[in-house]
């Protein structure tokens, strides 16, 4: 992900949980259209890297001194980031499909609309479970 689209999305909303939710919808949606894709295909490679950078850019903030989010919530996401790294490395290896990364990115972006206490629970139940989740 490069620094253009931060800027195109700060440009856009300037609440910090709004350019999260749209960075999360962008990626996912590259990774939804290319959902059926063969996974030596360079548009799903794409996405995959853009998913997995943002990913690590998360990890790394959570795990900031500063980081304001409640302990319990850091732990859980940084497990996800992990979870999100495993996988990404199987698809990219041709050994499964995108769904769990997608189920974790919609889950993550529900709990940043506030849709409902604990929204990325699920996703952080499938983040201890056999990553073979969709293939």
């Known amino acids: 992900m490069s620094i253009a689209a931060y800027h195109q999305t700060i440009a856009e909303c300037d609440d910090p949980r709004k350019i999260e939710y749209r960075v999360f919808l962008r990626i996912t949606l590259a990774l939804e259209n290319n959902r059926d894709a063969d996974w030596r295909s360079a548009a799903l490679k794409d996405a995959l890297w853009r998913n997995l950078e943002l990913w690590n850019a998360l ?7 500063g ?40 889950s993550v972006m529900q709990g940043l609309q506030g849709a409902a206490q604990g929204a990325a629970q699920p ?11 969709g293939t």
């Open 123 to 133: 996703a952080l139940e499938l983040a201890t479970e056999d990553l073979s989740y």
């Open 59 to 65: 990890r790394a903030d959570l795990l900031e001194d």
């Open 67 to 106: 980081n304001a989010l409640p302990e319990a919530l850091r732990a859980g996401l940084v497990s996800l980031s992990f979870a999100v790294n495993r996988n990404t490395q199987r698809v990219l290896r041709g050994e499964g499909g995108i769904d769990l990364l997608l189920h974790i990115n919609r």
